[in-house]
Each structure stands twice: as C-alpha cells, then as structure tokens.
C-alpha cells in the first residue's frame, strides 16, 4: 500500500517503542554491563550522575552502585508511569543516593552546572531535535564535566537465517521510527551530534548485542513477536499506513520461527560517545 503523506516528524517527536510489558521487560534487563561499560573507567564515587530517559531504572539503580558511597543518581523519563516503576525497583534494591523524576529531555528542571556526568542511553534515536536536546545536557553539566550517550544503529543489524519477515520487520521500523521523527540509524551520527551541540574532548567507541543462545532467541524474539502486534510501534504502523494487522501478524510470526531456529542470531551495533562539557 500507499501510505498517505506523514505529518512533519518534528511535529510529532513520538516514543516508538512505547511501554507495553513486552517492551519494559526487555528495559528493565539493561545494566551498566551490558549496556554502559564503555562509562565504567570514568566512574568514581562521590559523582552527581543525571540518567536521561532512565525508563524502568535499571540503568540507573546500577550507576548508583559505580559512584557509591558518596555519590547521587536522578534518572528522569518523560513517563510518570514508568517513572513510578523505577521508584518501585529503587526502594527494593537496597541502593542509596538513587532518585527519579518526571523530566522534559529539552527542558531539564535543573540549574546550569548541577551534575558531573549526564549518561542517556537509546534516547537520542527517538528524539526529533537530538541537538537541541544535547545542548541542554550540557547546560546542566558542570564545566569539564562529562557526557556519556550510547545508541544502537538499526541500519547495521543483521541476522540468520536469512528471512523476508525480519527483512520486512527492519524495513517497517525504519519506517515507523522516522514517521514519529527519529533517527533509527543514530549510532553514526552522534559524534556529528555531539561536536555540534559544543562538547570537546570528544571520544567515539562502539559495542554490540548478540543474541545468538536458546534463552537469549526466546527472550529478545519473543518480546518482538508481542511488540510487533501489541506494543505502540504496532500502533504507530497501522496508524501511518505503513502495514496492515494481517502484515504485523506475519511478522511476528518471522520472530517465533527465528527464536525456533536453532541457527539463530541476531546482532545490534551501537555507537558510543563520551565527551566534555
């Protein structure tokens, strides 16, 4: 099909993944590890972190633990919902100096100066202004205080066995993803991005996820199958024209045959940056 003309994505500025379970449960695995290592050398105790777009809070609650004793977390995400979730975890795991807020990733709520370390990961993919939202990161950093950011690069995913559903699964999320006025390719671009909202001293790495073992195919392939019928991207697809349920359908069904598969493997590449203020 057709779809109709989009609406410009500044305007929209939208969550593709939105929160529905499948996609905070697959959130709420991230850790430092496996998803901010490249951070870990430039951690200490006694740090003021401001984890943007902190989600569940995983992220967050475990950067508490790297800047212990001393130190103080804040994540805020746009979503009270899940702002409230990470409230939940934090009270739980016995972690102090860790706090969570509703928060405007353009607009922080904060003094010029008040953090040492502003950390966002898988945030700036979805935001339409990412340089914009970077310069306000730095505003709130102290001067030589650092910038740590990590995003996955959808345009150098690959998989096998080779599979025209999860072909059709990475040409609609690029679709859906750009439609809500993101950049799904956003690991490439953040040292552009980062060097044009002013930060110096500007480092670039890059890490990966495979997901290749029986558990590791059941967990990320079946949070896709649900996703790609129930979460808000399914929305959005049907919404911008760009598939119909029957096509979602399919693809999910692409996600249970791959996580069948005892050949399967799927990998993700993200770019990461850490920079001064």
Known sequence: MTPPKA?????????????????????????????????????????????????????????ARHVAPGGSVL?????????????????????????????????????????????????????????????????????????????????????????????????????????NGGEPNAGRHLTNWVRTAGFDDVHASASLWLFASPAEREWWGTAWAERATRSQFATHAVESAHATPGELEEIASAWRAWVADPDGWFLMPHGEIVARA
């Open 75 to 179: 994540g805020v995400d746009a979503s009270a919902a899940i702002v409230e979730q990470a409230r939940e975890l934090a009270a739980t795991s016995g972690v102090e100096g860790v706090g969570f807020a509703v928060g405007d990733a353009y607009a922080l709520d904060h003094p010029d100066g008040s953090f040492d370390v502003v950390h966002a990961h898988q945030v700036l993919q979805h935001l339409a202004r990412p340089i914009e939202a970077l310069r306000e990161w730095r505003r709130v950093l102290r001067p030589g205080g650092l910038l740590a950011v990590r995003e996955v690069d959808y345009g150098g995913v690959i998989w096998n066995p080779s599979a025209s559903g999860l072909a059709r699964w990475l040409e609609l999320y690029d679709d859906v993803h750009r439609w």
């Open 7 to 63: 609406p410009d994505p500044a305007d929209r500025d939208a969550y593709t993944h939105g929160h529905h379970e499948s996609v905070v449960r697959t959130h709420a695995s991230r850790d430092v590890a496996n998803s901010a290592a490249y951070l870990v050398p430039h951690l200490r105790p006694g740090l003021r972190v401001l984890d943007v777009g902190s989600g569940p809070g995983s992220i967050t609650v475990d950067l």
